[in-house]
Every structure is written in C-alpha cells, then in structure tokens.
C-alpha cells in the first residue's frame, strides 16, 4: 500500500487587536486546518504546481524535478526564499537544487509570497520573497492523528508514498512526516518520450514543541531531503545526488496581553537557531556522446539565527528584527579526457566564498482608523565576502590582477505603504527603495556554463550592488458571492547586473559560443500585473480567473528573458455533498517581446484543459478521500517561455490519489 500524510495546523492563540491592519502580501493556502485534498483539486501535486497559481510566481523549468520559482518576473539572484524565516542556499552554480525542492506539500502549511521591499524581514531582496511555513499542530490536546495516503500518475509512472504519525496534548506536540516519490521519464504531448526527466525523492520531517510555561514554548525541527537520479533533458548534465539537512531550535515568548508601561505590549517575541548543510553532485555518466567526462560537485553550510519582537504602542504596531547568517560555498570541476594519458583538469567554479550577513529590520504598521492603515519598514545589512581558497583566488585573479580576496558592503532598504478598506472595497499603494549585492556566482563564479545561451561566465568581483526603487498598488472588492483584486508593481532597477560577451577570452566548454563577463547595466525596468477574480454563483458553484502580464526592458529598450506573455487561467469547481469536481483552463498567449540577444527565441500561445474529482466519506472511525483527474486533456504538445531550451511539457495525464487518516 502506499502512504501519504496531510497533518492540521493550529498556530498557539496571541493576543490581537481588533484593528490589526493588513499587508500586502499573498498567502497560498497549501495544508493549514485543512487535510490537502480540501485545499487542492490535486492533492498530491508538488510545491512548484502550487507556487505557480499566484499571480506573483513563475517557475523556470529545466526538467520534471525542482523548478526554479520567479517572483516578479525576477529569477533568483533577486529574490529571497526562506523556510520557517531560515535562510538556505543551494550547492548547485546551474540552480539544479532551488530552496523549494528541499520541502514537500505534506509538511508544509502555507507560502507567503511578499513583492519587493516589503519581503525584506529576512534579508535583501528586490523582487520580493517567499517563506515557507511549516505544518504545526501546536498544544491542541487532540492525542494521537496519523494520516495516511497513496498516488499515482500514468505520465512518468510516477509513485508517490507518504505517512505521518502526529501526536499534541496541553504541553507538548510532535509531528512526523514522510514523503517519496519516483518517476520515469514523462512524455510530453503526442507521446513524444522525454529523455532523462526521471527522479527519486525523499523527504523526512520532524517538529517537535515544549510549553515549559503557559506563555513560553521550545521547539525543535528537521528537514532531510535526499534526491537521486534525478534528469534534467533541458541541460548537458544530470544529478546523481541532491542531499540538504536543515535543523533549526526556536525559543517562543507570548505574552497575555502584558504591558511593559501603560501604552507599550509586548505581543511575541521569537528567536531561533538554525544550520543546514546542502550537497549536490552533477553527472554525466548516462548521457551517450560525452566529449569530456565531468564530475562537478557542490556543498553549501548556513549557520544562522534571527530574533524578532512585536508589539503594540498606542496605535503602532511593531516589529524589530536581528539576523544574520553565515554560509560557505564551495564548487569543483575536475575533467577527465578521453585520453589516459593526458592530464586530469581541476578548477573551483565555487572558490570557497564565505558569506557573513548581519542586518536590523524595523516595521511599524500604523492603524489610523478602523479602515486605513499606513506601514513603514526598514533595513541596514552588512554583507562580507571571502574568497578562502587561495587557488580559487588566484585563478580569478588572472582577469582581476587587483582583486582582494575580501569585500564589504552596506545595503539599505526602506518602504511605505498606505492601505485602505471600507465596506468590501479595498485599494492600496506604496513605494519602496532596497539594494542587493551580487550573489555567489555574479561575484566570484569561474567558467559556469550557462545552456541556455551556451555561454561560459565569468563572475566580477569588482560589481556594484543592485539598487531598485518600487512602485506598488492594488484595488480590489469583495462581497458574499464575489472577490476580486488587480494588483500592480514597477521596478526600475539601477546597475542592473547580467553578462556580457568578452570576444577576447577562450571558453572553457567544447561548443559553447564565448564567454560572458557578468557586469552591471545603467538600468532595467520591470512591470507586473495580474487580476484576480472568485465569483460564487450559487451554493455549489464557483468560478475562479486569473490574467497575468508582464514587461521589462533594459537601458537600451532590449526584452529582457524570462518575462511572461499575457498569462490566464480560468476553472468552475462544484461541490455537492461528498463531491467536488473542477474543470480549468490556463495558458499563454504568443510570446511577443522575446530576448534572442539573451538567448530567447519566440513561444507559440497554448491552452491546456484539465479535470479533477474527488469523494470523501467515512468507514468506521476513519475518513477516506479519493480523487482522480486527467491532467492536459487533449494531450497538447507546448512548451512555455519559461522552459530552459523549450523543453516541452507534460502530456496527457491521469492521476489518482486515495488518502485516509484516524
């Protein structure tokens, strides 16, 4: 048989004012209070599927594992991923290994997707954030709740295995969760088979809290993921191990409404330690027709902590933040030529750079009636560099005879933010300034391949940091049968950093074009905006749509890549009694403002049908749900603009999840 688990959380009750104001952020509902298949059509889907329902997120595909989430229209380098608030860096320089594969939806309650500035609680970003909060079940007093589940998939015979085994009384709390999952190759539409899109995953978790006092609580928690043969078709390389383990220790304070003066409360105060290691290990062992066998493996280590106070003054409600971490970054090539005789070529793509980040985050959010409200926020980091490996040094030295080994940097941010709701009606506008410094691979990267435009890069230690200044705004409206919302931001983005061909210089790679220079841009801009629309036509019927559109260019009135078409999605999900079926339809329309000078070629427009069921009942003092759905209907062959190398998507696929719990 096989298992699954999808466990409820209830977060420990703190005292609230009633007129809390709101922000602007978005939270996708993934398995709080709620068993998974009451939240999504496909319970079991994985967390990219869920990501990429909000307006703000796009996922950049390079195989059927482990897609890299955009925020913004900004990859990575620009945004900040964080689980429970912990930071967590990936050991892979081809971004194989995005913080999102290392969780899974069963221990997982919520994602928190904040745009821009206002994402900044835990570091410098400037298209925003995402944290993903795990599944609690908190001092509920409920005993002993196991949950348990199977699927399957006919695309890629995907078999997915699961169980979980929570137990929580008045003072304690302790949740387990297992995952796995393993698939063959897919197929994409016409049965066109593929190749190397195959994965193995699994993924353990463990929370566990102790209420030492009514008010004060210890909480340990672990995250072990391991994947293993894992194939990404849009790449020359697959992965024969993805392996993170992230820990953390988390001390909890709430107070009863307890007041430090007449006018001051103090409401939480949180502070947690965390490490988590990462390995990841590049193979190419199973691909026919390998010019020069590679073996490029990549670790990554984050010693952290952060503590945070909130509370309220009068009419201000305030947060303060400390944190800071501390990773290391290491990345090797060592080449092994067909010819024996010849010598083995070594180098660090990663040359051992330790990151020391330390920042102050300040938020007060003003309530200044029952209806509006007005929040600033702030920030001050200091960002230090290290090349530790002398090697490392002294090769990148070669292009930057002046260069130190060492580099600092301050980076500020600052945002404000009006919100307004009256009678179902609400709108909302902000601006926002914040810096980034450029990451691991922009700084101090050595002959990364990119296949995308087939080009090796060369990282530039002598870059400046990213500064964006941000515009935000949102109106919407809701009633009883209706929510909608369209919500907009800008971005206009000074020493914007990409690469640059260098015609000089030799690549590294057999058949890549040249090699590019990561440097700065005098600026890029940046627009999104996506609408959002629930429409309940009667006790059994809702309709739900979405649009999204996207625009940016650089300095020069260039496309940049990985900006969306117009983007839309629309289903109608009926409920009656113990069933639930949707029917929807997403897609894209036709890619008018591709890159081809950033290695973009145009995407045709696509429409993508899919229907999902399911029932749920009881059997004796257990409750059972069965769902199953077929996924691309009419098996259409498409690829989308944010597939690496037009990989295409999934084909026509059935899939059936049965779970039960007691």
Known sequence: MLFFISIPLFAQEQTKDSLVPKTLQEVIVIGNKAQLYQKQSKSLATIDDYLQKSGKVEMIKRGGYAWEPIINSMATERTLITIDGMRVFGACTDKMDPITSYVEVSNLSEATVTSGQQGGCHGATIGGSIDLKRNRSGFLN?????????????????????????????????????????????????????????????????????????????????????????????????????????????????????????????TNWETKIYYNTVTHRMDDTKRPFVPIHMDMPGWSDTYGYYSKIKGVFKNHHFLADLNSFYNRSVAEMTMFPSDPNESLMFM??????????????????????????????????????????????????IFYPNMKGTKSSILKSITANYSYDLNGFQYGLGLGYGERAPSVSEGFGFYLFNSFDRYDYIGNPELKNEKSVEGNAFLGYKNKKMSTKISSSYFHISDYIVGKPDATLIPMTIGASGIKIYTALDYATIFNTDLNVDYQLNTEIKWSGQLVYSYGKDHENKNLPFISPLRYSSSFIFKRNKFSYEIAVHGNATQTQYSPFYGEDRTPDYAILNFASSYSFRWDKSKWNVGAGVENILDTYYSTFSDWNNIPRKGRNFFLNVSFGF
């Open 142 to 266: 409920s005993g002993w709740d196991t949950s348990i589940n199977s699927g399957f998939e006919t695309n890629s015979n995907q078999k997915i295995i699961g169980t979980a085994l929570n137990y929580a009384e008045s003072s304690f709390y302790v949740d387990t969760d297992l995952m796995f999952r393993d698939a063959d190759n897919y197929t994409a539409g016409n049965n066109q088979e593929v190749l190397f899109s195959q994965f193995k995953k699994f993924n353990v978790s463990g929370t566990s809290g102790f209420s030492f006092d009514k008010n004060k609580l210890v909480e340990a928690s672990v995250i072990f993921d391991k994947a293993t043969n894992v194939g990404y078709p849009a790449l020359p390389m697959d992965v024969s191990l993805a392996e993170a383990l992230i820990t953390s220790l988390k001390f909890e304070f709430v107070p009863k409404a307890e007041k430090i003066t007449s006018e001051l409360t103090l």
């Open 348 to 397: 660090f793509t990663w040359p051992d750079v330790r990151t020391l980040y330390n920042a102050l985050f300040l938020e007060d959010n003003i309530v200044l009636n029952c209806h509006s409200s007005l929040k600033f926020s702030t920030s001050i980091a200091h960002h230090f560099n290290k090349v530790s490996s002398q090697l490392g040094l002294e090769s990148l030295q």
